[in-house]
């Protein structure tokens, strides 16, 4: 296939013409494919305002085009050798274009990656599908005129403009309907030719993909050649105060919603659940958020696209309900009155759509003055602007409610935050209580160092983790060494003339002290020792055993006290009085190196 074909579109009606002195702007896609039975497919499922050219490769498109030209490229990538080069060609070809490809749905997984770093629109599936191919389109035209509202139009004009196109239709016969033009092959003719300039407008233009998939903190270079805003003027709600800035999971996630919004085009509805609500939720918890203004910013480019191509096709609604909710976002935006203009000369049609499109946008006075001029102008009957009058108080009441709500809810939520943090003080001043309590009570019943963990000792220590700021630690260490000191000297004080003469026989070790390395020290690496106060019965078996000091307390007390346990010393000679003797052993714990 070589040169380039033209679909044909029908005539505007008489009916059309009157309506509208001004032909409506057409718009332009090519068609990238070496494929001749794609073209009367593709030609049957686009819209009939959309002119439809063809080419056989990028390289051929490119050529044919002006850089910087605006429109639709549908890429047939079937037969591309090479195509991350024809798509870097495209991206610095020019800026104002969106490009959707068609291919195989094994290539789908890589196509959907440069989809989401908006270097292409979309991807439709082959063999050719028509409802899927429509949903493509719909969202590659609409982002070719978000790109032009943002960008402009090009500053070069292609040979065919969209008059010369009308008129080359026209001249085929008003008799030959559409269908009759795409059920043949198109015409070969060569690219070169001066009508085949309508190929200036639909060059692809990856070129905004940085702009498209970086964060939206920062503003697009764009907006500002465009006219728009650097942040919207009406980003918060109209009633109510500004909270302090949130940065908290509550704000990603209204951002997260919202990103997810645009993405699924739920722009302005439902009202609770789109991307319009989740940024201005976002904003109300951060005023300066720069994502949530620039989202803003982004959603009101989007919006003017779509009122001007709701008002090319007479949808009332839809275009008035665009334009309010855009003027809410930024009210100064210069292509606001152009539009207000082209709905002042519908106004007939409109009637009370208007006053209704901007009392749902939240345009409370602007609503007001509407209806005070109709009623002033007589311009609408009584019984309707009495129930617009309702609406619009109803509308305002309902956000008022809506503001006072999510006032107490904040108010409500920051309350139980500082609850729950003052019930976690009370609670850690209550544990460091106990644990004082329980040191005094085990220091007055003797119990100094064991129960390995419920002892005096190891209050004093839980003690020193919970609250190292404490000033009575100092007092309660040296008590606890008194009571020690003192439970020793006790001990010796009761020694017998009996026990004494036993005393004189030497310790000897049978069984040798093993302990066991415990599972918790071991894992961590902690090394440290333990020192043992017991009693050698006249059998040669340790009791009595108690922990005089350690280091670290707490951790090898019960190992060492069940390794003295199970150690055995030489028994008592019968000659000699059968009676305990004291010992002391200091237990040892080192890892190996």
Same mark, same amino acid.
């Given at each position: 296939?070589?040169?380039?074909?033209?679909?044909?579109?029908?005539?505007?009606?008489?009916?059309?013409?009157?309506?509208? $002195?001004?032909?409506?702007?057409?718009?332009?896609?090519? =068609? @990238?494919?070496?494929?001749?039975?794609?073209?009367?497919?593709?030609?049957?499922?686009?819209?009939?305002? %959309?002119?439809?050219?063809? $080419?056989?490769?990028?390289?051929?498109?490119? &050529?044919? +085009?002006?850089?910087?030209?605006?429109? @639709?490229?549908?890429?047939?990538?079937?037969?591309?050798?090479? *195509?991350?080069?024809?798509?870097?060609?495209?991206?610095?070809?020019?800026?104002?274009?969106?490009?959707? @490809?068609?291919?195989?749905?094994?290539?789908?997984?890589?196509?959907?990656?440069?989809?989401?770093?908006?270097?292409?629109?979309?991807?439709?599936?082959?063999?050719?599908?028509?409802?899927?191919?429509?949903?493509?389109?719909?969202?590659?035209?609409?982002?070719?005129?978000?790109?032009?509202?943002?960008?402009?139009?090009?500053?070069?004009? *292609?040979?065919?403009?969209?008059?010369?196109?009308?008129?080359?239709?026209?001249?085929?016969?008003?008799?030959?309907?559409?269908?009759?033009?795409?059920?043949?092959?198109?015409?070969?003719?060569?690219?070169?030719?001066? $009508?085949?300039?309508?190929?200036? =407008?639909?060059?692809?233009?990856?070129? /905004?993909?940085?702009?498209?998939?970086? *964060?939206?903190? !920062?503003?697009?270079?764009?907006?500002?050649?465009? &006219?728009?805003?650097?942040?919207?003027?009406? +980003?918060?709600?109209?009633?109510?105060?500004?909270?302090?800035?949130?940065? &908290?999971?509550?704000?990603?996630?209204?951002?997260?919603?919202?990103?997810?919004?645009?993405?699924?085009?739920?722009?302005?509805?439902?009202?609770?659940?789109?991307?319009?609500?989740?940024?201005?939720?976002?904003?109300?918890?951060?005023?300066?958020?720069?994502?949530?203004?620039?989202?803003?910013?982004?959603?009101?480019?989007?919006? /003017?696209? !779509?009122?001007?191509?709701?008002?090319?096709?007479?949808?009332?609604?839809?275009?008035?309900?665009?334009?309010?909710?855009?003027?809410?976002?930024?009210?100064?935006?210069?292509?606001?009155?152009?539009?207000?203009?082209?709905?002042?000369?519908?106004?007939?049609?409109?009637?009370?759509?208007?006053?209704?499109?901007?009392?749902?946008?939240?345009?409370?006075?602007?609503?007001?003055?509407?209806?005070?001029?109709?009623?002033?102008?007589?311009?609408?009957?009584?019984?309707?602007?009495? +129930?617009?009058?309702?609406?619009?108080?109803?509308?305002?009441?309902?956000?008022?409610?809506? $503001?006072?709500?999510?006032?107490?809810?904040?108010?409500?939520?920051?309350?139980?935050?500082?609850?729950?943090?003052?019930?976690?003080?009370?609670?850690?001043?209550?544990?460091?209580?106990?644990? #004082?309590?329980?040191?005094?009570?085990?220091?007055?019943?003797?119990?100094?160092?064991?129960?390995?963990?419920?002892?005096?000792?190891?209050?004093?220590?839980?003690?020193?983790?919970?609250?190292?700021?404490?000033?009575?630690?100092?007092?309660?260490?040296?008590?606890?060494?008194?009571? /020690?000191?003192?439970?020793?000297?006790?001990?010796?004080?009761?020694?017998?003339?009996?026990?004494?003469?036993?005393?004189?026989?030497?310790?000897?070790?049978?069984?040798?002290?093993?302990?066991?390395?415990?599972?918790?020290?071991?894992?961590? &690496?902690?090394?440290?020792? %333990?020192?043992?106060?017991?009693?050698?019965?006249?059998?040669?078996?340790?009791? +009595?055993?108690?922990?005089?000091? #350690?280091? *670290?307390?707490?951790?090898?007390?019960?190992?060492? @006290?069940?390794?003295?346990?199970?150690?055995?010393?030489?028994?008592?000679?019968?000659?000699?009085?059968?009676?305990?003797?004291?010992?002391?052993?200091?237990?040892?714990?080192? /890892?190996?190196?």
């Amino acid at each position: 296939m070589s040169g380039t074909a033209r679909l044909a579109t029908p005539n505007p009606t008489a009916d059309d013409a009157g309506r509208e $002195a001004k032909p409506r702007r057409r718009r332009q896609a090519t =068609l @990238v494919t070496q494929d001749d039975a794609l073209w009367p497919l593709v030609g049957a499922a686009i819209p009939s305002d %959309v002119v439809l050219s063809q $080419a056989d490769t990028v390289a051929q498109l490119v &050529g044919a +085009s002006d850089a910087g030209v605006a429109g @639709v490229v549908i890429w047939d990538t079937r037969a591309e050798s090479n *195509p991350a080069d024809s798509l870097a060609a495209l991206q610095q070809h020019s800026a104002r274009l969106a490009v959707m @490809v068609l291919d195989e749905p094994a290539r789908a997984a890589h196509w959907q990656r440069l989809i989401k770093k908006g270097q292409l629109v979309a991807c439709a599936p082959l063999p050719f599908d028509a409802a899927a191919f429509r949903s493509a389109l719909e969202s590659t035209l609409e982002e070719a005129q978000v790109r032009v509202a943002l960008l402009g139009q090009s500053e070069s004009r *292609p040979a065919a403009t969209p008059a010369d196109v009308e008129a080359s239709a026209s001249t085929d016969g008003a008799a030959r309907s559409r269908n009759d033009v795409v059920d043949r092959p198109p015409p070969r003719r060569p690219l070169a030719l001066p $009508a085949l300039g309508a190929l200036a =407008l639909v060059a692809v233009a990856s070129g /905004l993909w940085w702009w498209t998939s970086r *964060p939206v903190a !920062h503003a697009p270079p764009a907006a500002a050649a465009s &006219g728009a805003p650097a942040s919207p003027a009406a +980003s918060l709600p109209a009633s109510g105060t500004q909270p302090a800035a949130d940065s &908290g999971p509550a704000l990603e996630l209204s951002l997260s919603k919202a990103r997810r919004a645009m993405a699924e085009r739920r722009y302005i509805e439902p009202a609770n659940d789109s991307a319009l609500a989740y940024y201005r939720e976002a904003l109300v918890r951060d005023p300066a958020n720069a994502e949530a203004k620039q989202g803003l910013v982004r959603l009101e480019q989007v919006l /003017l696209a !779509h009122a001007e191509t709701a008002l090319d096709q007479r949808q009332f609604d839809v275009a008035l309900q665009s334009l309010e909710v855009a003027r809410s976002i930024d009210k100064d935006d210069k292509r606001i009155p152009a539009l207000d203009a082209r709905v002042l000369q519908l106004k007939a049609e409109l009637g009370a759509a208007s006053i209704q499109a901007a009392i749902n946008a939240g345009n409370y006075d602007r609503a007001g003055a509407q209806i005070n001029e109709a009623a002033r102008a007589k311009s609408l009957p009584a019984e309707q602007l009495a +129930s617009l009058r309702d609406s619009l108080r109803a509308h305002q009441a309902a956000d008022a409610d809506r $503001a006072a709500k999510a006032q107490a809810k904040a108010q409500a939520e920051r309350a139980a935050q500082e609850a729950k943090q003052q019930a976690a003080r009370e609670q850690e001043m209550a544990e460091r209580q106990r644990l #004082a309590n329980l040191f005094q009570e085990r220091l007055a019943q003797g119990k100094l160092t064991e129960p390995a963990r419920d002892s005096a000792a190891y209050y004093l220590d839980a003690l020193k983790s919970a609250d190292p700021q404490n000033t009575q630690l100092a007092a309660w260490q040296t008590e606890l060494k008194q009571k /020690l000191d003192a439970q020793h000297a006790a001990g010796a004080a009761t020694a017998t003339t009996t026990t004494a003469r036993a005393a004189e026989t030497p310790l000897v070790l049978v069984k040798p002290i093993r302990p066991s390395y415990p599972t918790e020290a071991l894992r961590d &690496g902690t090394e440290g020792w %333990v020192d043992l106060a017991f009693q050698v019965g006249p059998d040669g078996r340790p009791g +009595s055993i108690e922990v005089v000091d #350690a280091q *670290p307390r707490g951790v090898f007390d019960r190992a060492a @006290v069940s390794a003295i346990q199970a150690a055995r010393y030489q028994a008592l000679p019968r000659n000699v009085p059968q009676v305990a003797r004291s010992a002391k052993q200091r237990v040892t714990f080192k /890892l190996a190196h």
